[in-house]
């Protein structure tokens, strides 16, 4: 038989559980934590733009004879920022999440992206 002491208890129990679910942020609401493929994202672009400064300081350094190296490394910080393109994009799927670094992954990765593929259109022509 259940007694008025084991439901009092049971009901305590229910309202600390409760209480933690919310947690003790203002009105209620739990922090939010950063999506991971948006933090993802982030880190690819910042790979991406520290790829590309040494890129630029080994062709200052060879006086711009080291050309194939270059060239190659190049496409492949486009290929980079393409998948933390999509890394950023896909992040926004993830449920409950802040989405701030995914937005800022796919803005850094675009405004890379697009700044790589007009040197490379700029270098053909």
Request: charged content about 25%.
């Amino acid at each position: 038989m259940i007694n008025g002491r084991d439901k009092e208890r049971a009901r305590e129990r229910e309202i600390r559980k409760e209480r933690k679910k919310r947690g003790n942020r203002k009105y209620g609401q739990a922090k939010l934590r950063h999506a991971k493929k948006g933090i993802y994202s982030l880190m690819v672009a910042i790979a991406v733009v520290i790829i590309f400064a040494i890129l630029i300081l080994t062709a200052f350094l060879h006086k711009g004879q080291s050309s194939a190296i270059i060239g190659s490394f190049g496409l492949f910080t486009i290929i980079l920022a393409v998948i933390g393109l999509v890394i950023g994009v896909k992040g926004f799927r993830e449920r409950d999440k802040n989405y701030v670094t995914c937005k800022w992954g796919i803005g850094l990765n675009g405004f890379i992206l697009f700044s790589l593929i007009s040197m490379f259109i700029r270098g053909i022509v």
